[in-house]
């Protein structure tokens, strides 16, 4: 866990002063992971390795602002490998995907890169390790996370059908019947909220005391420190904005922990231009953080326009520095 106490930096009120005065608090980590990186750079470097188009299955982070940026480079993004041309490249999503995926690949002799996130092939991997080939020492697998999620639906599709049971939330923890109690074992998707997923851990090994776990915690770093600074400012806050996109699960997690540690209100806002200026109204002080999957130049984008509405004190919050780097995948390293 990081360091509970948060660095302060304060900062003059910014340079436009207009309006009323507003305190501003910025959650620091926030913005880009190290997945979210890598699997960008995997894209751009595949369009500047092998020239435009290079094509994309689904979206490779779950940001808007990023996938136009991405689209003006030469990306074009499928939902399957059917939209992809026979002499096409395609790059796979930093979320992951089923093993079914790479093998249409190869059976069409398609040049494909994997830009799924480390973190989420390290779940691959322990769910492999739980499955042992469905062998006398294999154990049925509980995997925490969200229906239909793209990082859900790429680790379930690392085994054949029937060895990972989904668990949603609490309540299904408490119900799910597995065949064989005594050979268990659980994962986690990347991105959940922290809070949720110890509730759900501690409802199945109460049920399942022969439960196994991973070695060290599915929900990344990133996802972590993301959490912890949002819960370091929430209290202070009459509005938390968190900047994401609404399919992003890290982005969702972020609004619904500030809220429940102390914000009186948290809005998840794509950028800049969605944005209802009357959400601050009777605003004094303002939390902003982003998802892992959001640049940080939508932040100060909203910041400036902020400036040229209100006075401006800001205080950025940091909890945890990181230093993380994921390397290319070997084709491009």
Request: net charge negative; glycine share 6%.
């Amino acid at each position: 866990m990081p360091d509970q106490t948060p660095s302060v930096a304060t900062q003059e009120p910014a340079q436009a002063s207009h309006g009323r005065s507003l305190k501003v608090l910025l959650a620091g980590p926030r913005g880009f992971c190290a997945g979210v990186d890598r699997a960008i750079r995997v894209v751009e470097e595949a369009i500047r390795r092998y020239g435009a188009p290079v094509y994309v299955r689904h979206e490779i982070v779950h940001n808007r602002t990023v996938v136009e940026a991405l689209e003006a480079q030469g990306a074009i993004f499928v939902e399957e490998l059917d939209e992809v041309p026979a002499d096409g490249h395609v790059v796979f999503s930093a979320h992951g995907v089923p093993k079914t995926v790479p093998a249409e690949a190869e059976r069409r002799n398609l040049l494909y890169l994997d830009a799924t996130c480390p973190l989420v092939s390290k779940v691959h991997r322990e769910a492999e390790r739980h499955f042992a080939g469905g062998g006398p020492e294999s154990r049925h697998i509980l995997m925490i996370g969200h229906a239909g999620h793209p990082e859900v639906v790429g680790t379930m599709g690392q085994l054949p059908p029937g060895a990972v049971t989904l668990i949603n939330d609490a309540e299904e923890a408490r119900t799910v019947q597995p065949a064989d109690p005594a050979r268990l074992a659980f994962i986690t998707q990347t991105t959940l909220s922290v809070d949720d997923t110890a509730e759900i851990v501690d409802i199945l090994r109460e049920r399942f005391p022969l439960i196994e776990g991973p070695k060290r915690e599915d929900i990344c770093y990133a996802t972590t420190n993301r959490q912890e600074a949002v819960k370091a400012i929430a209290p202070e806050c009459d509005l938390v904005i968190v900047i994401g996109s609404p399919n992003s699960s890290n982005s969702q997690r972020l609004r619904e922990v500030a809220e429940r540690s102390g914000a009186a209100r948290a809005l998840l806002v794509q950028r800049l231009d969605a944005l209802d200026w009357s959400v601050l109204d009777g605003v004094n002080t303002l939390g902003i953080t982003a998802g892992a999957s959001a640049p940080e130049a939508l932040v100060q984008e909203m910041v400036a326009e902020m400036a040229k509405r209100y006075t401006l004190c800001i205080d950025e919050r940091t909890v945890k520095e990181e230093n993380v780097i994921f390397r290319l995948p070997a084709p491009l390293g």
